[in-house]
């Protein structure tokens, strides 16, 4: 909402008698947008209004979402006490009986079944510094080695393609500014007209400065309309339509030969492989059109400067990792990186899904991106937070197989933070019994959601409106969000609760914190010299400078706005390319006579994640009461499904209903479902287990299923 409309509103509500104004960020998407909360204090109540807030990445502009952000945050049903369950009820308790109750219970569990019984599961919403302090939390007061956390079934495909590619994880290469001035742009498997809404002015101003955009998306969605070139590929085959634009450039000369002699290892082998394809082979395999193909990659390859974008639409798959290794084999043999208006960029879903991926919340990770297998690195970390390197466990888990875990009794303890595994976690029906099974469970949360329901003991967490610490955006840009109001009843921050938790576990001498900015400075100490490196970032500069781009090595370094001008990451300053066969990266989930449709998923404008907090928010919730299925009307008549009916769906996992819409847009082999519905509207109960064998990613966005007509009683 602009300053003018405000003004309106206030000509109308001419009884405000006071107002405040607090600064703060959005909680949702990756663009973190600056907003402003407005307090206005009307004769017998408060009313609230956001507005955007300039910075240099969202340049003041607001989605649906971030204006109706406060409204969750003000929800009656907010959790502000400790909740234990008795009797299968759940009963308000006080913070030291709730604290006494898990030290009991985690004790008993781990004297019982051994330190790696318990576990931990976090979240890519939560700040850098509780992120890094949950990290260590598992390692230095648990001492398990089960932690992982949400962001893995969001970027952990485009975040192990980077790093094995450039040897470095950033979400974008460049700042977004440059975006605004490259030639040729691939958006494969975006659609952020939806998600990450305020983005959207950049890409509309590089078309406006001459870009040409290439779509790759199976749907026609508001994004793919800003393309001048959309291709349609079948669900989960992304993989093989990237050898086949390599294909066509390599063949056609749009290679960068020098670039690649200089500063890239293993183009050579690709490059026998991809022109061994045949492209008749490639367009049955994907159903894109051979000209199509061609006229991308021609376009492509000849512009002097390209940019090219991922999200989960190429990502959230079996072969995720390697699909988008194939988008980056495409990057660096055309040359276009570590260039002016050249780059890559992964989408990032999640609002802190970078820097939560950053310091040590994944099962293999310490702060810092560094290894928890790599002997240095343990050294260096145990020395910060002065433990003994031989104390400190070995990787785990990704989060999908630490719920195969609790299925074979090896953990039995969980404390979950800021997340909803049971909507969010593929095959979820499994996920949800193993939540049943384990024999001790505690959540941190803004409300009962439905994995909540299921704990032992419920911990009230801060908002977005009360919780200060640093984020990081989908540029890698460092930004600090200040708390504005004070948190409701008896919730507390989610570091204060990891803070005390640690405390009665007789480990307060490591997590003796009194403020987020106390956890900032050792986790710039714990990054220091690793490949995110935020020593440079201190809070006093992000409040002077509104944020800095990673790596920051120094308090004079002013941030890494282009990476990789000179060298890639990896010890010989190479990138690497490899092989990616089409064969192999097929996703075994494959169409049938029983199943002959794809199922892919996504999201809607007006929701975020499980949509535990857009659920709450009434103007959201408006938006988009209940999930739909978008179909071809000839798919639809196939299959005797009239507009806005009910439709069952079934795939080998499990079945759900959801209204159907009819779209002319979308391939007619393939439906749409959004992902933001739980219990028997929630989608992913349909999601096979298979994982991605290098990132753990699940394959959320290729299912075969069959769809029938319900009997609607409601028509
Ligand atoms: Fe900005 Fe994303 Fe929030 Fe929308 S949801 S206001 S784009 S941060």
């Known amino acids: ?65 971030g204006m109706n952000a406060h409204q969750h945050a003000f929800h009656k049903e907010r959790l ?50 509780e992120a890094y302090l949950l990290g260590k939390f598992a390692r230095v007061a648990l001492k398990t080695k089960y932690i992982d956390y949400n962001g893995r079934l969001c970027m952990s495909a485009a975040a192990s393609a980077a790093n094995q590619t450039f040897g470095l994880d950033r979400g974008f290469t460049n700042s977004l500014a440059e975006i605004l001035y490259t030639r040729c742009i691939i958006l494969a498997g975006t659609n952020i007209a939806e998600c990450q809404p305020t983005i959207m002015p950049y890409f509309e101003r590089a078309k406006e400065n001459g870009a040409y955009i290439i779509a790759i998306d199976p749907r026609e969605t508001a994004t793919t309309k800003l393309a001048d070139l ?46 061994s394809l045949s492209m008749k082979e490639i367009e049955e395999i994907t159903g894109v059109p051979i000209q199509l193909i061609r ?41 276009k990186i570590g260039k002016p208006n050249c780059g890559y960029g992964a989408i990032t879903g999640q609002g802190n899904g970078q820097g939560a991926r950053e310091h040590g919340q994944k099962a293999d990770q310490l702060p810092g991106y560094r290894s928890i297998e790599n002997d240095e690195h343990r050294n260096y970390v145990a020395g910060i937070w002065g433990i003994d390197p031989d104390d400190l466990p070995r990787k785990g888990v990704s989060a999908y197989e630490m719920m195969e875990k609790i299925h074979e009794g090896e953990i039995k303890g969980l404390f979950l933070m800021c997340s909803n595994p049971i909507v969010s976690n593929p095959n979820a029906h499994f996920v949800k ?23 032992d003991v419920i911990l009230p967490a801060s908002s977005y409106l009360e919780d200060e ?105 190479k990138a690497a390319m490899v092989v990616v066969p089409n064969i192999a990266e097929i996703p075994k989930e494959q169409l049938c006579e029983e199943f002959p449709l794809y199922l892919t998923t996504g999201r809607v404008m007006s929701h975020y994640l499980t949509g535990v907090q857009t659920r709450k928010s009434p103007a959201l919730a408006a938006r ?74 699940p394959g959320f966005k290729v299912s075969a299923v069959k769809v029938s007509p319900v009997v609607d009683f409601l028509t």
């Open 433 to 455: 019994e193993a939540m049943k099974k384990l024999t001790f469970f505690v959540a941190v949360d803004l409300f009962v959601s439905e994995t909540a329901r299921l704990a």
């Open 295 to 335: 006229k991308a990659a021609f376009r492509f390859g000849s512009e002097e400067s390209g940019m090219i974008f991922t999200a989960r639409g190429v990502e959230q798959h079996t072969n995720g990792s390697k699909t988008v290794r194939n988008f980056l084999n495409i990057l660096v043999s055309t040359g």
């Open 230 to 275: 959309h291709l349609k590929p079948r669900p989960g085959t992304d993989v093989v339509l990237a050898n086949g634009l390599l294909k066509v450039m390599i063949e056609e000369n749009y290679v960068d030969e020098k670039f690649i002699q200089e500063r890239v290892n293993g183009f050579e082998e690709v490059r026998e492989y991809v022109l």
């Open 1 to 65: 909402m602009t300053e003018a409309l405000l003004k309106y509103f206030r000509t109308k509500e001419q009884e405000v008698k006071s107002e405040k104004r607090y600064d703060s960020q959005c909680p949702y998407c990756s663009m973190q947008c600056k907003m402003q909360l407005i307090e206005q204090s009307i004769v017998s109540r408060k009313k609230y209004i956001t507005i955007g807030k300039d910075n240099p990445t969202s340049e003041g502009r607001l989605c649906v979402k």
């Open 469 to 573: 610490g640093t984020m990081t955006n989908v540029e890698g840009r460092v930004t600090l969000r200040e708390a504005s109001l004070p948190c409701p009843g008896e919730a507390k921050h989610d570091w204060q609760i990891i803070c005390d938790l640690a405390r009665v576990l007789g480990k307060e001498e490591y997590f003796s914190f009194s403020s987020a900015e106390e956890i900032f400075t050792e986790l710039r100490m714990a990054s220091r010299g690793g490949t995110a490196d935020y020593f440079g970032i201190t809070y006093e500069r992000l409040r002077k400078e509104g944020g800095l781009l990673w790596p920051c090595p120094e308090t004079n370094h002013i941030g890494t706005k282009r990476l990789f001008e000179t060298s890639f990451a990896h010890p010989d300053g």
């Open 80 to 129: 502000k006490y400790p909740l234990v369950k008795i009797n299968g009820e759940f009963v308000r308790v006080s913070w030291k009986e709730a604290l006494n109750h898990i030290k009991e219970n985690f004790m008993k569990i781990q004297e019982e079944s051994g330190q790696n019984a318990l576990a931990v599961y976090g979240s890519a919403s939560i700040t850098n510094e």
């Open 624 to 697: 988009n009461i209940e999930p739909f299925m978008e179909i071809h009307p000839a798919t639809a008549a196939k299959f005797q499904i009239q507009d806005q009916s009910l439709v069952k769906i079934e795939s080998r996992r499990g079945s759900v209903m959801v209204r159907s819409k009819w779209s002319e847009t979308i391939r007619h082999d393939t439906i749409f479902v959004p992902f933001h519905w739980a219990d028997s509207q929630n989608i992913n109960l349909l999601v096979s287990k298979e994982l991605d064998p290098e990132c753990k990613m």
